[in-house]
C-alpha cells in the first residue's frame, strides 16, 4: 500500500443497508493492495444533489448509485454514456478533476459480461430472447440485447401496459405479448431473462411449467437470493444452461472499480461466497 491520500467511492440508496457493493469493493481494494475505501451513505431524495456535490468537494473518485437515484443521477450529470441515455438512467458516476460528473449505466455490460464470461460463444442473435418484467433492469436487459444485435426481443410483464411504455421507448424494437402466453413464448424462444422479483427469497415462483423451457435455452435470472431459484433449478433439471444473478451483480460493478480505482478486479468463487453470505 502506498502513503497516498486513500481513493474514495461510495454508493448511494435509500435504503442502502442491503447492498452488497460495499463488501464487493472493499474485497477487490485488499486483493488488488490499493489504498481506499468504499462506503455505503444512506441519502435522502432530496439531498441527493447536494450530498454529490460535498463528496466531490471531498475529493470522492465517483459512486454508484441505487434506487431511488438512477434517474436523478443522469440529470445532475454533466455528461452521461449513450447506454446511459438509451436505457435512460445511470448507476456509476465518475467526477472528474474538473469537479464534473459523468454517468454511465454498467447493468446491461454486466449483464452481457456475466453470460460471455461463463458461455463465451453465447450469441442473442441466435433466435427469440423472452424478457420477463418491464422495470428498471428489463430496460437495462433490452438495451443490452440490442447491443448485441438481437432482433428478436419479446417482453412480457404483469402489467401490460409497462411493457407497451418500453415498446414506446426502445422504437418498436421489441415486442409485446401477454402473461397469459407464457408457457407458449417460452416453448420458442433461446434466451429467457427473469427480470422481475418473482423468486426472491423463495417467496414466490414465476408461472411457468417446466415442459416449456426449451432444453437448448439459455435461462438467466437476476434475482440472487437465493443463488439458484426455483426458475433457474426448473432449467437445470431439463438441461438448459443457467446464469444466476449474483454474476451480473459482480460483473456490472467492474468498470466503476477500473474509473475509480484504476485497475480492472476480476469475479472470483472467494468474491462470490463473500457475497452470499
Ligand atoms: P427493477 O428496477 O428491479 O426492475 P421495478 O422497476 O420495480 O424493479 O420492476 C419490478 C418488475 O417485477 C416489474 O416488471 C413487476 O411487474 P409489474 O410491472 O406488473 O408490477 C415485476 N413484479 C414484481 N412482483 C411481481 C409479481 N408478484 N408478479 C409478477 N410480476 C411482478
Redesign the pocket.
Known amino acids: 500500500m502506498d502513503n497516498e491520500r486513500p481513493l474514495l467511492a461510495a454508493v448511494l440508496g435509500n435504503p442502502i443497508s442491503h447492498s452488497r457493493s460495499p463488501r464487493m469493493h472493499n474485497y477487490w481494494l485488499k486483493k488488488n493492495k490499493i489504498n481506499g475505501y468504499y462506503l455505503p451513505i444512506k441519502v435522502e431524495l432530496e439531498d441527493f444533489e447536494r450530498v454529490i456535490r460535498s463528496l466531490i468537494k471531498m475529493g470522492f473518485s465517483g459512486v454508484n448509485v441505487t434506487?431511488p437515484f438512477k434517474l436523478s443521477a443522469m440529470k445532475i450529470a454533466d455528461e452521461c454514456s449513450d447506454i446511459a441515455k438509451y436505457i435512460g438512467a445511470a448507476n456509476t458516476l465518475t467526477f472528474t478533476k474538473e469537479e464534473k460528473i459523468y454517468a454511465d449505466n454498467t447493468d446491461a455490460y454486466g449483464f452481457i459480461n456475466n453470460i460471455k464470461s461463463k458461455y463465451a460463444d453465447w450469441c442473442p442473435k441466435k433466435g427469440a430472447s423472452l424478457v420477463l418484467?418491464?422495470?428498471?433492469?428489463?430496460r437495462a436487459v433490452i438495451a443490452a440485447l440490442l447491443s448485441e444485435g438481437s432482433d428478436k426481443i419479446i417482453v412480457i410483464?404483469?402489467?401490460i401496459e409497462?411493457a407497451e411504455k418500453l415498446k414506446i421507448q426502445f422504437e418498436n424494437k421489441i415486442n409485446v405479448e401477454s402473461w397469459n402466453d407464457l408457457n407458449e413464448i417460452a416453448a420458442s424462444s433461446t434466451n429467457i431473462i427473469n427480470?422481475?422479483?418473482?423468486g426472491m427469497n423463495d417467496e414466490?415462483f414465476i408461472p411457468i411449467n417446466p415442459e416449456s423451457i426449451p432444453k437448448d435455452a439459455l435461462v438467466s435470472d437476476l434475482v440472487y437470493v437465493p443463488l439458484e431459484t426455483n426458475f433457474l433449478k426448473m432449467a437445470r433439471n431439463r438441461e438448459s444452461r443457467t446464469v444466476d444473478g449474483l454474476g451480473m451483480l459482480i460483473h456490472q460493478a467492474i468498470p466503476g472499480f477500473k474509473y475509480w480505482f484504476g485497475k480492472t478486479p476480476i469475479s472470483t468463487e472467494e468474491l462470490r461466497a463473500i457475497l452470499v453470505k
Open positions: 434506487i418484467g418491464a422495470g428498471g433492469a428489463s410483464n404483469r402489467t409497462k427480470t422481475t422479483s418473482l414466490s
